[in-house]
């Protein structure tokens, strides 16, 4: 698949199903329970382990979300992406490959496209946190439970969880020797295999296996190669093996292994117009044009008629496009845990908790979005030349933790412990084309690069936090970490693309293009504290506070100078929540209710723009002075009648930028210059938006005040339903079971800039199951409907594209030209799953 060397509303519009459950069901939003064992005619008990120990969910001072382990299979999870679709307090952006995506809680995410900053919402699977975000973007394989902890949870977890953490925890070691199988089909060409088996061999072993291979081919079809795009897949392989050697102590090796096969991040045009009038005058017109006379970034040797061959550029719904080179991601990753466990006379567990892991990388980007030369040689007119780019990641970490948990008794419980880690990240990239210094002058709209840089962080910490029983239903919960990080990077760039190993790279000259770094250290202090009241054995109300940290960062990326080789400051945060938790009706409806208010200080964001007539993608890292974000969450389940569970969550977000005086501005046509090349007559940047003015006096960079302005990527309303019916079927020994879901989000803006063509439209999606299973669980059959009513929506209508022009000149009109990336269920497909157990 890949070549190796290479203003928002709050209107809700919905369908009339999802209307009607969201009428009936709004006062008891929720998501799913843990299966465990329950009483007949209640609900199942959700344990968690958000405070490093087992813990009931209603117990916990914190608002999180649980996804079950029947909720994933039930919904086909298989990728983050499916997770954050049934999550509503969690958005993806996605980036131009998935090394680029980025999670986002409560609406705060760290967007990046280098790895020198580190993300905001921290990932852990099985105790040990991923070295990187984008690690998380691969298939989750024989996954238990996914807990979503909001809000900062630096204190036990780290510094990269500034704004939340999402806990992922694997199927664990119990009962006998049991093997399962699955194997899934959709209409749309993706298959799944799944097997696995696991229990308990003797008193002193036991072992799970799980190994999973799954495809996708993608939304797109490629008509230079009639390949399809904008899929995913990949193999996975998991073990757990312990050994008990004594009845109190405890060895779990846990390998893994997974190869993944992205190739999101492909572009389609679905809009192609020509827009006429002035906007400020409001009478702005925009006419949808042919490919006749338009011409790439107006040069006369590129027609739309040849680049754009076969493709009805102002089809909403088109899925086809032309490349010559691969756009994605494909990576490798190796590694493995081993958790000791010495559990002391008073009950007391002591572990420690180690790792090692390496992940390999290569990701691919078609940069003029063709399939046709856009470059021509140095001294020649002829395009022989395509402009793409290209590089490869080497993540390695090790990680070592030493707890200490209290017993599970008494009025006094506490967690305490030592962490250290050591990641080393190695990048090397490629854009453009350049083989001399004069071809490199003469091609800027390549933007030629060749650089390789490393970042390194170590991490020390000890940490602790307790809970106690003061008096009588009232407890006090403190916590607090003394974190200590050094970190650095190194950096050497040119600007020849046929340099494409180490050996045959020569750098520039140092302090231009060879520049560090190093040794920059950095103490921090979080904490957590929390009030909680039980006001009935059915009722819990608490409030929190709670501090987060992430560390220096680094803008190495290809525009990267000397004069600003220097660690952006640390990103902090901090955040209020007052909440409650209901168990109700003998245990039949849970709800959870949070009200919420975080700050972040010195946000960190790499800001991306495209220039005009040009369609690379700049990046530059901001500290972004103040960023906030508040709102309130509802989550809650009901067993509604013996066989039918109902759960709902709602998010109502608003994230906002409080201060930032000097914000990227955003293309404006309209805002035409009057006799001056620069200024328009208003005396803002000509051809930016008119509140956009120059960063210093004769300055053709701009920049506009963005104090109390939206902060994109969140819709204020996100909500998610779900049902779930089984009843026996008559004169046969199996169940039948029929499931629905409704998720639902209105309108938000998709861009830092505020730009208000940068919109997204609202939208709901409903996905319908049924099946049957035997009764005694060894086998069953599900049936799928993703997108029932066939909803059309686009979640990025503005993603990045080409640049045409209205003839073949550079001063000719320049056409605007919508650009998209679909979801999975932009279109409506169907699936079967059987599952086997024995």
């Not at 790895?115 to 394989?141: M, N, R």
């Not at 590694?335 to 390496?358: E, F």
């Not at 880690?421 to 003469?442: D, Q």
Request: with cysteine; aromatic share 10%.
């Amino acid at each position: 698949m890949f070549n190796n060397n290479y203003k928002q509303q709050t209107t809700i519009k919905m369908t009339p199903m999802a209307s009607a459950l969201a009428l009936a069901l709004f006062a008891m939003t929720a998501q799913a329970q843990e299966a465990s064992t329950a009483k007949p005619g209640q609900l199942e008990t959700v344990v968690v382990t958000a405070n490093k120990r087992v813990e009931k969910l209603e117990s916990v001072p914190m608002a999180i979300s649980v996804m079950s382990e029947q909720e994933i299979l039930r919904t086909n999870v298989r990728e983050f992406e499916d997770v954050v679709n049934m999550m509503p307090s969690l958005t993806l952006n996605s980036g131009t490959t998935a090394a680029n995506n980025a999670i986002f809680m409560r609406g705060i995410g760290t967007v990046s496209v280098g790895i020198g900053v580190e993300s905001d919402v921290a990932v852990i699977i099985d105790d040990i946190p991923i070295a990187t975000q984008f690690q998380a973007f691969k298939d989750l394989a024989d996954v238990s439970r996914i807990e979503v902890l909001k809000g900062p949870q630096s204190t036990l977890f780290g510094k990269s969880a500034v704004a939340g953490a999402v806990n992922i925890v694997t199927k664990p070691l119990a009962g006998p020797m049991t093997y399962r199988g699955s194997t899934y089909l959709s209409s749309d060409h993706e298959w799944r295999v799944n097997a696995s088996m696991g229990g308990t061999i003797n008193e002193h072993f036991a072992m799970r296996i799980a190994a999973s291979n799954t495809r996708l081919p993608g939304t797109f079809h490629n008509l230079t190669d009639g390949r399809d795009v904008n899929g995913s897949g990949g193999k996975t392989f998991l073990a757990k093996l312990q050994w008990t050697p004594l009845d109190n102590l405890s060895i779990d090796l846990s390998p893994h292994y997974n190869y993944s096969e992205n190739t999101r991040g492909v572009t389609a045009i679905n809009g192609f117009f020509l827009r006429t009038g002035s906007a400020a005058a409001g009478n702005l017109v925009s006419t949808p044009v042919g490919l006749d006379g338009v011409y790439f970034n107006g040069n006369p040797l590129l027609p739309a008629t040849s680049v754009l061959a076969g493709i009805n550029v102002n089809d909403p719904n088109n899925r086809n496009v032309r490349r010559d080179f691969p756009t994605g991601l494909i990576s490798s990753d190796r590694g493995t845990g081993l958790k000791l466990t010495y559990t002391l006379p008073n009950d007391a567990q002591l572990m420690a908790i180690s790792s090692v892991d390496k992940y390999l990388a290569n990701d691919f980007r078609d940069q003029d979005f063709t399939d046709v030369p856009t470059i021509a040689e140095a001294g020649k007119t002829a395009l022989t030349q395509g402009n793409n780019q290209y590089g490869t990641y080497d993540i390695r970490t090790k990680t070592q933790e030493i707890r200490y948990v209290s017993p599970d008794r008494g009025n006094f419980k506490y967690v305490a412990g030592l962490w250290a880690a050591h990641n080393e990240i190695y990048r090397h990239f490629i854009r453009g084309y350049c083989v001399s210094p004069t071809l490199c002058n003469g091609n800027s709209n390549s933007s030629p690069t060749n650089y390789y840089t490393d970042i390194y962080n170590t991490n020390k910490a000890i940490f602790g936090q307790a809970s106690w029983e003061f008096v009588p239903t009232w407890t006090l919960e403190a916590g607090l970490r003394d974190n200590l990080e050094t970190s650095g990077f190194h950096y050497a760039r040119n600007y020849y693309t046929n340099q494409v190993d180490r050996a045959s790279f020569v750098p520039g000259p140092p302090g231009v293009d060879q520049f560090q770094s190093t040794g920059n250290a950095d103490r921090a202090y979080t904490g957590k504290v929390s009030l909680q009241k039980q006001v009935t054995p059915e009722l819990m109300v608490y409030v929190m506070g709670a501090t987060g940290y992430k560390g220096k960062a680094y803008d190495v990326t290809s525009g990267l100078k000397a004069v600003a080789a220097f660690p952006v400051r640390p990103e902090t945060s901090q955040t209020m929540e007052i909440g409650a938790k209901a168990n109700l009706f003998d245990n039949r409806l849970s709800v959870a209710a949070t009200v919420y208010n975080s700050e972040f200080f010195n946000y960190q964001q790499n800001v991306t723009y495209v220039q005009p007539n040009d369609p690379t993608i700049y990046s530059q890292l901001n500290s972004i002075p103040r960023i906030r974000t508040h709102g309130f969450e509802i989550d809650s389940h009901l067993l509604a009648a013996k066989d039918l569970t109902i759960n709902a969550a709602l998010a109502f977000t608003l994230p906002t930028i409080e201060k930032w005086a000097n914000g990227p501005c955003f293309a404006d046509t309209t805002n035409v210059a009057v006799g001056n090349t620069k200024l328009a007559a208003n005396g803002s940047l000509a051809g930016q938006n008119p509140s956009c003015f120059p960063i210093t006096p004769g300055s053709t960079t701009g920049v506009q005040n963005l104090d109390n302005s939206i902060f994109p990527g969140t819709p204020k309303i996100k909500l998610n339903i779900g049902a779930n019916y089984e009843f026996p079927v008559p004169q046969l020994p199996v169940n039948g079971f029929v499931n629905v879901n409704v998720r639902y989000q209105n309108e938000y803006n998709t861009n830092i800039n505020n730009d208000p063509r940068s919109v997204n439209a609202g939208y709901s999606i409903t996905d319908l199951g049924f099946g049957v299973r035997d009764q005694k669980g060894r086998y069953g059959i599900s049936f799928r409907v993703n997108n029932l009513f066939d909803r059309f929506y686009i979640p990025n209508a503005n993603a990045s594209g080409p640049s045409f022009r209205a003839g073949p000149t550079a001063t000719s009109p320049a056409l605007t030209v919508n650009s998209w990336v679909p979801p999975r269920d932009v279109f409506r497909y169907f699936s079967v799953k059987l599952d086997v157990k024995y």
